[in-house]
């Protein structure tokens, strides 16, 4: 296979020996991709593989500094780029076939590259980063430099490709956007810009996304307030605010903008990625496993598979023995894969459908075993390598089978398990691999080692497993001897185990933890790769055998350059020790001294390492299988010593022969057997067919389940019980009869002791024959029952718990507690408001706001008397008499009873004080309606205590109540009994709900089930009964003075009234006799005792009636005090109602406030949004115009640039005539024509010129095609150059100065070209960034419009408020066309009111018909009354002009002061004085401002002869400069051109005249400006109002 040059030097090794890569076969984890038409390539662990399609030959290339990170392919180029992982990546870019390195690549990147891309025709490539910097890089990969780059920070990209048809566009997708970049370039300067696009939803419809920034398509609530876009209301001010599956590729028929999807292709696995090859004839299909499919379009077979991936990554690879022209791989889906071992191809698969762990080749037959999950062993049969069988399954036990190695002389197979077991099996197919034992170990082992020499008839076994809570590793060494297969019942016991004296079992611990451990041949030496520390160490085994554990000490420690935990293992002469770890390195290295002599790094840390490594029996080949790279590969020996490769060479021979024979047999057998499995069950067979006299439970434990599979070792379990119960059965039945027996006899005997006496009967525990059994199941059910008990325990312990919070939280917590009260007779129920303590910080925050709005109330009470005061200073006192009037009227409204509508609740009806509650008028500000919250609350609060204290009231009532009538039914009890009614009592009782306490204490009689009592309890209350049984039989005789009275008197000492109903007068023992038999005196008692029970009946009549009477008055009396309770109580239930309407009134302000305070934080979060947004658009502004400052600065200098090297072409061209002025004119046209002459260069054919299936090809003004064309026409140039094109008769020497001239002329003339192209490229993205910034400067007009409209809706929400009123309950009648919906101008006014107004209008209408009779009879003496006014009035004029008359008398003012003032004369001296003084001062004032003009005069005099001067140099400058100028202009008119500089010293002078026009318009506009703003700021203060000092 082809390597590549820096693969070869990166593995190299020490001394003479040296490894290269054979071989590597993995699969892509990432996209393949096309390298050319014929070659794909992926990457896979430290390799980038290349396939060629047509020959399916691979090449493989390395990155030399571990894993592969990401890959992008150029197919035009045929090169690829890759990238490592380590910390500051590069990125090397490799040609193909040769892989030679043609660029590397180093950026600013610090972790990671996640994405490559190459332009399609370009040099260029895109690069993006994953964190920290997630930076997008453009490169120009040529010469290793970056162009342009920017940041995205916190945005992963999964996709990025170039457009094909135009470099400049650059799409990155991520799983929510997809993003347009465009490259932009002005002269050498390259710029990214973005562009997002918007992507459907996912079901495929258009989302019509309302714009976020300027929500035009909100509604408007003309209630509560204005709607604002979800970004507000979530409080957001910064920057937050194609598909496969199944299988099936489905091909879409695009028309314009319409397209139709169809079945296409149909694939086996479902589909991950689709790729066209270059040439666009074949279609490479990637399926999620990692296989490649090709679809070639018009061919048979349409669909070839060039790889077909494994099922997940490899468990283990080994050898094929001994031939090693093949090796063998497992996956854990259980598919095996057999290789070539010459050029890596899969020759077979076999699939086995269950999870596997570990794979072995028997080097004694061509067969395989490979271990389970499920805890069985696989054999194989692979003597045909291109169809392996499975022939065999060993089901060893339940555990996972995570080790299976052979000896290496192929004798045994053992196979390690997860739980510690060592199996050893026979490796011989004709034994049909059978299960010789198993020796137990440590769990978790770490590697299995045998030595088997080739002269020795032993194999010794080394187990390594670790001792984590001592931090050692142990040893455990046995022998297997040679005859072990036919002395094996022997070595084992009935239940399969080996006897450790048998197979010499010694046990071993090292000081350090080791991850792999191996035995030398010689049996006497220990090689271990420790896993914490970087040695490798050697440990000598002791000469004599001991017992126990012994503590092996290091021989020999080497230190390992290697780092992490490892593999090692021998080759198989036993002279190479070859290591693996984690760092991916493989060293080879002499046993004897530990030195290494050979080292490939194959694999890296980032993929964990190497997992294992196998070496070839003649040494030749190494397999490397990585740990989570999916990578396996092949090494071979580009240079090998002689001694190393004639040792190992010599003693594979050697073992070859020794294994000669034993292969033949084996393989014979393996080719003769059909089927092993069939037999191999009919010799392990059980004999179903017996029947043993045993126990039922006993049977179960040996019966055959024929529908599951039994382990070897639990059959073997079975087989030993089996054995035991048939050896043992005839004992066992009699021992059984015996206990029958016996059971039988000890019931009867319990039997008769459950009919004896109590003191000769036994407890039942007596009669147990078994007493340990008995105690052992005793304490059986002990233990359950205090499980059991300790589970109940925890679960009540857990509801007590769960209790106890929620009392806390429902019950402990409340200062009051919720209880209901109920009437006696009415279905009524009150209840009560529970409420929690207020915490000091919500008491301490109330007090704040209530002392804050004394203050301010009293504030404003001094405001008002201020400006009370001033106004009243201002104003008349009439106006002052009509404020004092309107205030006593205000006050007297302000304090009437009317209710308060605006107030908006009824809690004053409490006795709540609602005086510092601000107006709901005046609810501004944020801090206001925070406070107005909290006093609410406090309101609130106080009006539940209110109704709970008259709660309270009314229950002592009810208490009080109850316990009146007990006291009155207690009389009424003994009145029925004493009448004998038989009826019964009425007796109110407090309800659950009236008592809630109640429910917390459980009563005795709420138990439903029995108490348990311990047997100590019930001992002692069985002995407090009895102790309180004989104290009252001792009490009941000592007692007869009770006894006495009892007998004789009733138990009372004298006769009560109430014992009248029940007195009866006792009869004459004569009346038995007959009435003829009496005697007088008989019948005088006769008649005595008739009058005493005549008395006696009326006493009692008497004392019936009374009773009755007593009794009617006491049920009168609970009745009549029960219905006044009842009746308070209704209006406590109407004060709950109210107190309720007053709590829900106050908690409607509540939630009004909270709602305006919630959308006022939306308003500012909307506000602080725009205001970042504008923000940032001013930042973007700065940005874009400096842009453009600097885009117009390059393109003035790339200007000047290109019209110089225009002028220098014009030059030439006119220049031309003048060269070859010597020679004939004739001659001259001629070379002038030819001058003029340029060669027709053939267009080139682009790929889509040269086949129709590409859609995409060289793009015309590309770099490459202005290279290649100029490269065209300088051979063409080279062409017209030659002689045979010279005109006659001229000279050889003129025409190679006229073709050197020729030739400069076109390469002036190309570059002029490129400086166009190069001009109108600047000139385009001086127009995008001018685009660019009018969008900019829309956007801010637009937010700071949308800003200030938002400003307007604040100020509008914060004036409009939502207040609430009072409203009496009424009903209007209206039509349905007169109901109005819209109340804009409507006024809102008090019924009571309008009730007033109407009053005051009738009484005023009728004072006015009184009025109007009064002036009825009062216009009568109008009449009367007129002439004295006429008289009046003359006398009234008469007066008025003598008044007249003294006012025109002249009396000046002078005249006035002179009568007026007493020291006129004193007066006019100090006006003179004054005067005098002013003139004084006004002439040093004029002298002073003469001599300042006279300095002035001075210095303007020297300043203008400096000026003078100055312009007569000046002057003098001018005329040489004019000379100067007059000579070049000559000059300019000799050659016959005008040169540039003056065109341009012609533009500057016209700019700055046009600046100094504009600097004169922009002076003269400044002056109107600032005389307009001075006639502004005069009109101004003229309108302003004046306020007068007070």
Known sequence: MAQGREREENITGAGSASLSVRWVQGFPKQTVHFINNNTICYSSGNFIVFINIETKKETVLQCMNGIVGVMATNTPCEVVAFSDRKLKPLIYIYSFPGLTRKAKLKGDVLLDYTLLSFSYCGTYLASYSSLPEFELALWNWESGVILCKKSQPGVDVSQMTFNPMNWHQLCLSSPSSVTVWTIERSNQKHYLKAKSVKLPMEDGSVFNERDVIFPDSLPKDLIYGPVLPLTAIAGLVGEEADTFRDGFVYSFIIKDSNYKVEDFLQVEEPVEHLMFSPSYKMLLIQTD????????????????????????????????????????????????????????????????????????????????????????????????????????????????????????????????????????????????????????????????????????????VMVLSPLPETGRSRLEIFVLPKILPQVSASFVNERGRMKDELIHKFLYETEHPLSSAVLDFQSNRIYGLCSEVPYICSYLLPQKEHSGICILTPHQKVQNKQYGPGVISLSLHGLWLIT???????????????????????????????????????????????????????????RLGGHLASEIFYYNQQFCTFLSNTMEEENSYLSRSKSLDSKAQSAHTINENKNLS??????????????????????????????????????RNEIKTGIKALAKTVLTMMEENETVDYIAKLEDQEFSLDLEELERRQNESEKEVAKIRNDVEMHNLAKRYLAELIKEECWNSMAVKGRALKGFHIPYVVENFPMKERTDEELKEVNRILHQRKIETECFKLRKEIIEVQSAFILGRKHHEEDDEEEEEDTALRNSNLPNYLF??????????TSLLSSQLELHTREEKINQIILLKDIIYKVKIVFNNEFDAAY??????????????????????????????????????????????????????????????????????????????????????????????????????????????????????????????????????????????????????????????????????????DEQLKKLFERRVKAEMVVNQEELKINNLVFSLLLDEELSSRETFLNNYLARKEEEKNQTSEAIRK?????DVYKENYDNLLAEDKVLDRSFKKEFSELPSHQVDALYKLFKRRPRIPKLKTHSDMTSNVPFGERPGSGKLNQENFAQLMKAMDEMDNINFMPEGLDPL????????????????????????????????????????????????????????????????????????????????????QLLTEYSDAILINRNIIEDLNSVIRTQGQKKVASMMVSKDIHKGIFQIEWEHKKMEMEMEDLNQKAWDIQMLFFSRERQKYLN??????????????????????????????????????????????????????????????????????????????????KIAEERYENLMLQQKLTNISKEQANQISILQAEVERLRMKTFPALLPV
């Not at 964990?608 to 397999?623: A, E, K, P, Y």
């Not at 055959?704 to 087989?719: G, V």
């Not at 005697?1079 to 008692?1085: A, G, I, L, N, V």
């Open 289 to 460: 496993k990692g296989s490649v499919y090709i679809y070639t379009f018009g061919e048979e077979p349409i669909l070839d598979k060039v790889l077909e991936a494994c099922d997940g990554k490899f468990q283990a690879v080994d050898f094929i023995a001994p031939t090693n022209e093949y090796c063998m791989t497992l996956t854990y889906s259980g598919e095996i894969c057999v290789w070539c071992l010459e050029d890596g191809v899969c020759v077979s698969r076999i699939y086995l459908n269950t999870p596997t762990t570990v794979l072995a080749c028997s080097p004694s037959s061509l067969s395989a075993a490979v271990g389970t999950v499920g805890g069985s062993v696989h054999f194989l049969d692979i003597l045909n390598v291109e169809s392996p069988e499975a022939i065999h399954e060993a089901f060893l036990s339940e555990y996972s089978v995570q080790h299976l190695l052979y000896d290496q002389r192929g004798m045994y197979l053992l196979a390690g398990t997860a739980e510690g077991y060592v199996f050893v099996l026979n490796a011989n197919p004709s034994s049909l691999f059978d299960v010789l034992g198993f020796v137990e170990v440590g769990k978790g082992i770490l590697q299995i080692s045998t030595v088997s020499p080739l002269e020795i008839d032993i194999v010794e």
């Open 580 to 638: 693996g770890a984690q760092c991916g390195t493989l060293c080879i290295r002499d046993i004897h001294t530990l030195e290494t002599f050979a080292r490939c790094r194959s694999h890296s840390h980032q993929g964990h390492g190497i997992q294992s490594v196998r070496i070839s029996m003649d040494g030749q080949n190494i397999l490397v299988n990585g740990r989570d790279d999916g990578t396996l590969v092949c090494l071979r020996w580009r």
């Open 694 to 731: 045993i126990d039922t439970s006993e049977e179960d434990l040996v019966q055959d389940d024929n529908t599951k599979k039994i382990p070897w070792m639990q059959q073997k379990s079975q087989e030993a019980i089996s054995r035991e119960i048939k050896l043992f059965s005839k004992k």
């Open 904 to 913: 908006g609740s009824l809690s004053t009806d409490f006795g709540v004080k």
């Open 956 to 1125: 002592k009532q009810k208490e009080f109540e109850i316990a009146r009538v007990k006291e009155r039914n207690v009389r009424i009890q003994e009145i029925i009994l004493d009448l004998e009614l038989g009826e019964s009592i009425w007796q109110p009782e407090f309800d659950d709900s009236e008592k809630p306490e109640r429910t917390l204490v459980v009563e005795n009689n709420e138990i439903s089930v029995q108490k348990h009592v311990k047997p100590w309890q019930k001992a002692k209350i069985e002995l407090l009964d009895t102790h309180k049984m004989e104290q009252w039989h001792q009490s009941q005789a000592s007692d007869t003075r009770n006894r006495a009275l009892m007998d004789m008197m009733g138990g009372v000492l004298e006769v009560r009234k109430e014992d009248i109903l029940r007195m009866v007068i006792p009869q004459p023992a004569f009346m038995a006799k007959p009435d003829a038999l009496w005697t007088e005196e008989e019948r005088k008692q006769f008649k005595d005792y008739e009058k005493k029970v005549k008395d006696l009946n009326e006493e009692k009549d008497k004392y019936r009636k009374s009773l009755d009477a007593e009794l009617k008055k006491l049920q009168n009396s609970i009745q009549e005090s029960t219905q006044n309770f």
């Open 1191 to 1195: 885009a117009r600065e390059d393109l």
């Open 1294 to 1377: 003129i025409w190679d100065h006229f073709c050197m001239t020729r030739r400069v002329k076109v390469e002036n003339e190309q570059k002029v070209k490129r400086k166009a192209a190069g001009l109108m490229e600047m000139a385009a993205f001086l127009r995008r960034r001018v685009d660019e910034d009018e969008k900019v400067q829309q956007e801010i007009e637009r937010v700071s419009n949308e800003l200030m409209i938002l400003q307007e809706e604040k100020v509008k929400f914060q004036l409009n408020l939502t207040i609430q009123i009072l409203l009496k309950q009424g009903q209007v009648e209206l039509e349905n066309f």
């Open 1461 to 1542: 003032e007493p020291n006129y004369e004193t007066l006019i001296a100090i006006q003179i004085g004054i005067m005098e003084q002013t003139i004084a001062a006004l002439d040093k004032t004029y002298k002073k401002n003469v001599e300042n003009c006279k300095k002035l005069l001075k210095k303007l005099g020297k300043f203008s002869n400096q000026k003078d001067v100055a312009n007569y140099t000046l002057s003098c400058n001018l005329r040489e400069e004019l000379v100067a100028v007059s000579e070049r202009k000559d000059i300019c008119n000799a050659m016959g051109s005008k040169l540039t500089c003056e």
